[in-house]
């Protein structure tokens, strides 16, 4: 059963666009999330975080907003730039519960076009 | 400031064999933790340290994984047995505290 869930595969975006990557998760525990970028043959790589507390956290062009009542979260790119072009997991973890591990989505593979 | 690195970058073993994969945290970071991705997953958690101990296990999947760390600080996993299923991407993460996870690049593990 998939506690974090990226229901779209793969995204294209024009460059210059927006991007809107979007999370569901369906454990009331977790109360941490994050992104994190992959490039092939190498590591995820962070990206941005959000703490249950906000609803809300920019850096930068990187944007995540968290829905609790929702269980959504999502993350925005703009504007969006063909090196953003890479696979993005969502990950949650449940830090008042002493868990740290991450619980990772499937992924979605972004493509921003020139 | 270096990152995590991890060792080797790829490893080609055969059923039966025994393998042990190696992690460098970022410097002074307490917490280490494994994961394991396959093909079109996501990571999926194995293990976690805090400092020497191993203070979360619970996503080792059998017997035959097992891991240290007894410095606190550079990490091994260590697979026994070796079997096709275990082929995929093993990665390294460390954290100064209990949030968030900086990775490495991995150990590509493949399994004849």
């Known amino acids: 059963d998939q506690q974090v869930k990226q229901n779209s595969p793969s995204l294209s975006v024009q460059e210059g666009r927006i991007s809107i990557l979007n999370c569901d998760y369906t454990?009331?525990?977790?109360?941490?999330f994050l992104w994190y970028k992959k490039y092939p043959a190498e590591g995820p790589t962070f990206l941005i975080s959000i703490s249950s507390i906000k609803d809300k956290n920019e850096d930068g062009r990187f944007t995540v907003f968290l829905n609790k009542s929702a269980k959504h979260l999502s993350l925005h790119i703009v504007p969006s730039q063909p090196g953003d072009s890479a696979v993005y997991f969502c990950?949650?973890?449940?830090?008042?519960?002493?868990?740290?591990?991450?619980?990772f989505g499937k992924g979605t593979k972004l493509s921003v076009i020139p | 400031g270096a990152g995590v690195s991890q060792t080797p970058s790829n490893k080609v073993t055969e059923k039966g064999k025994y393998v042990e994969l190696r992690c460098d945290p970022i410097?002074?970071?307490?917490?280490l933790y494994w994961y394991r991705q396959s093909l079109g997953q996501g990571p999926e958690f194995l293990i976690y340290f805090q400092g020497t101990g191993a203070a979360d296990d619970s996503g080792l999947p059998n017997d035959r994984f097992f891991a240290v760390r007894p410095e606190g600080s550079v990490s091994t996993l260590k697979i026994q047995r070796t079997e096709r299923g275990d082929s995929a991407m093993y990665l390294c993460?460390?954290?100064?505290?209990?949030?968030?996870?900086?990775f490495g690049p991995g150990t590509r593990l493949t399994v004849l």
């Open positions: 454990n009331s525990m977790f109360d941490y």
């Open positions: 990950a949650a973890s449940s830090l008042r519960a002493g868990s740290y591990q991450l619980t």
């Open positions: 410097s002074g970071h307490t917490a």
């Open positions: 993460a460390s954290s100064p505290g209990t949030d968030t996870q900086y």
